[in-house]
């Protein structure tokens, strides 16, 4: 049974909030970064490395990890988030449900790849089979055909099949603009971007109007988040925890198995308080 953090209690749990936050974290354009961040922290790991606060914690970059964490909400507060709230203004829901689900069309080749290299063949054919109908009777995935025909949508990622084929997680990274991360998954990011990412095979200039335009409106579908976020007690440790078990969950289909070693609510609230 997974232990149950502090942060369970909050609305983050609900289903299509974590699904938001998911690919918001998840369809950045983080190809520029990928390589260079794990690299480095690949190699600079063992010299940066702090005692975590929480015992057993996989957070020994926490100082730095803090640091990069400010830098980003700050960066979204100036630039991305003014943009996400004009395109949300501008545009009416009809129109950005398309946007969203042009987008999320893209993503299911790099799903089925990974179904394949997970072992879950009849989920490949059912998600191959729903490219294939948003792709055709959606007019490009605008239009989520699939899902009335009982072909749910599953999200499926290279570091989601790292963490399948036992890889440990590694160290809890924030990544500049980019957000939560860890080694496993910026290692994941690698073949993801480089090679599986619809986007990002297409050579031309286009690509860029597009990515910004997919960054944008992931980021406007949270803009609800944000109050959330803000009577957080610790944003940093919230963000953590959310996304560690988004990840832990995601891994194991929504059912991890009996024995967890996250934190417990004593362990997370002992660093609340020992933070303020």
Known sequence: MR????????????????????????NAPRRWFATVFTAFFL??????????????????????????????????RVFL??????????????????????FSNLWEP????????QGKFGQAASDSFRFLVNSTAGILGIFDVATHL???????????????????????????????SNVRDTTGLIPQYLYADTLGILDTPEVYYAAGIRLVDARSRLLGLDELLAIQPDEYLFLR?????QRYLAIHDGNPPATDEEDSDEDLIDQLLKDD
């Open 3 to 26: 232990i149950k953090s502090y942060y369970d209690r909050s609305p983050m749990a609900d289903n299509q909030k974590n699904q938001d936050l998911s690919e918001y974290l998840m």
């Open 43 to 76: 190699i600079t790991g063992s010299g940066c490395a702090t005692t975590s606060s929480v015992p057993g914690a996989k957070d020994p970059f926490e100082n730095i990890n803090r640091s990069i964490h400010k830098f980003n909400i700050e960066s979204d």
């Open 81 to 102: 988030k003014p943009i996400a709230k004009g395109y949300a203004n501008a545009f009416p829901q009809p129109i950005r449900n398309g946007v969203k689900n042009f």
């Open 110 to 117: 790099m799903t089925v790849v990974n179904d394949l290299l």
């Open 150 to 180: 009982y072909l749910p949508k599953h999200r499926e990622d290279f570091g989601q099949t790292l963490g399948v084929w036992g890889i440990p997680s590694g160290p809890y990274l924030v990544l500049p603009f980019l957000g939560p």
């Open 241 to 245: 925890e959310t996304y560690r078990q």
